[in-house]
C-alpha cells in the first residue's frame, strides 16, 4: 500500500470515541454557551448531525479545493450524476436512470416546499405520517395547505402505519402524502411490502408522494433501504424522492440534496421554479464533498463503521434505561442515530418533561412535542441523538438516572 494512501485509512480508523470540541465553530447543536460537559453545562443531543469529524478523503477533497482561490458560480462537474446514481446501485440496490436526477442546492427541505408548491395550492390537503421531523409537517400549515394525519401506532415496542387509516384520509380530500423513511424521529426503516401498501393506496386515490429519504445512508445492511422509486415504474413516476450526503456523511453545512423525479413533466416544473430563485447551479464544497463521500471506498468503510458505532451506542442505551431507568422505554430505532424515547411513566407533559431534561437533567434530546401528532400523541417523547462518542452517551445516561432518581426521592 502507498505510504498516502495507508495513511488516509489510518485517519478513517482513527475514532469515533474521540471527543471534538465544536463549540467555537458555529456548530448550532453546540451554540449559544449553555453546552458542555462540565457540571454545569447541558449536553446537547437534539440537532440531528454527528460529533464525528467527517472521513478523511472528504475533508482533503473540501481543502484541496479551497485551496483553489476562486469560488464563482458552480455547475455540477461532468460524471456527478453517474456518481450519485453508481451509490444508490451499490447503497440501496436502486439504479435511478441519470436523467431522472435534478437538484436542490439549499437542501431537502427547500425540494420539498418547492414541489409542494408545484403540486397544491394553498388550503389543499396534504398527508404526513405522525408524530414527524416538525419541518416535514410545517412546510404543509406554514405554507397554508391543509395537514392532513395520519397517527402511527406503537406495537410491541415497534412504529407501525396504521393503514385502515391511513387509506380512511387518503380517500378524503388530500393532494399530496409526505413520509420520511427511514423515519424521523424513530428510527424505523419501512420495509418493502410496507411501502408497496402505502404506494398502492397513493395511486388508488391519486395522492403524490414525496419521499424523504435523507436518512436513507444511515441504514445497516441488515435492515437495507428500500427506495420509494424501486418500488416500481409506476410507483417511480407517482414521487419525487429525497436523497442527501448530509446525514450519513455529517455534511449538514454544505446544503445539497438530489431528487429522484420521474415523471419528465414533474421534473421539468421542478428545475423550473428551481430557476425563478437562482438556485439551481450549486454548492462548491457540497458538491465536493458529495463527490467523495460517495465515490472513495474508505468513506464507505468509514459509513459502516459509523453505523456499527452508534448501533453499540444504541444498544447501550437500550440496556441502561432497562437496568436504571426503566420509567424510560426506547421504541427500537433500525436506521437513522435517532431514538424515541417514551416517557410516559414519568408522568409529565411536554412543556414539563422538557424542563426536567433541561434543569434536572442537564441534558438536550429534541422534544417531542415538536413532532407533533394527534392529541400530542408525541408529548411525552423525547428524541435523543446517539451519534457522538460513547463516553458523551454514558454521561448523559447517568444525568438521566440521576434526575429520575431524583424524582422517585420527592414523591
Ligand atoms: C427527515 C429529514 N428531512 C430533512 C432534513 C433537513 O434536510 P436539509 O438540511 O437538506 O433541508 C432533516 C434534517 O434533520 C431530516 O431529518
Known sequence: MEDREREKKENVYAGFDRQIDRRETGAYKWSGGRYGLEEDRIIPMWVADMD??????????????????????????????????????RRYGFEPREEWLAFAPPGVLYAIYTMLRILTEKGDGVI???????????????????????????????????????????????????????HNPSGRVWRREELQRAAELC?????????????????????GHTAFPSLGEEEALNCMACYSANKGFNLGGLQTSTLVIADPEKRRAFDEEMGIGQTRLDNIFGITATRAAYSDPLCEKWLDEAIEYVDGNKELV???????????????????????????????????LEQFFLESARVQPCMGYEFGGQGGSGDRFVRLNAACPRTIVMAALDRIKNAVSGLRGGR
Request: charged share 30%.
Open 52 to 89: 464525528f469529524a467527517c472521513p478523511e478523503p472528504v475533508a482533503t477533497a473540501v481543502k484541496e479545493r479551497a485551496a483553489h482561490p476562486l469560488y464563482g458560480y458552480t455547475v455540477r462537474d461532468q460524471g456527478y450524476e453517474a456518481v450519485i446514481a453508481g451509490w444508490m446501485k
Open 128 to 182: 404526513v405520517l405522525m408524530p414527524n421531523y416538525d419541518p416535514l409537517h410545517e412546510v404543509v400549515t406554514k405554507s397554508g395547505r391543509r395537514l392532513a394525519e395520519s397517527q402511527l401506532l406503537i406495537k410491541d415496542g415497534k412504529i407501525e402505519i396504521d393503514f385502515d387509516d391511513l387509506e380512511s384520509k387518503l380517500a378524503g380530500d388530500v393532494k399530496v402524502m409526505i413520509i420520511s423513511n427511514p
Open 203 to 223: 395511486r388508488r386515490y391519486g395522492v403524490f408522494v414525496i419521499s424523504d429519504e435523507i436518512h436513507a445512508d444511515f441504514v445497516s445492511q441488515k435492515y
Open 318 to 352: 437500550y440496556d441502561y434505561l432497562r437496568r436504571y431507568v426503566p420509567e424510560i422505554r426506547a421504541v427500537r430505532s433500525e436506521g437513522t442515530y435517532l431514538m424515541w424515547l417514551d416517557c410516559s411513566a414519568l408522568g409529565m407533559d411536554g412543556k414539563e
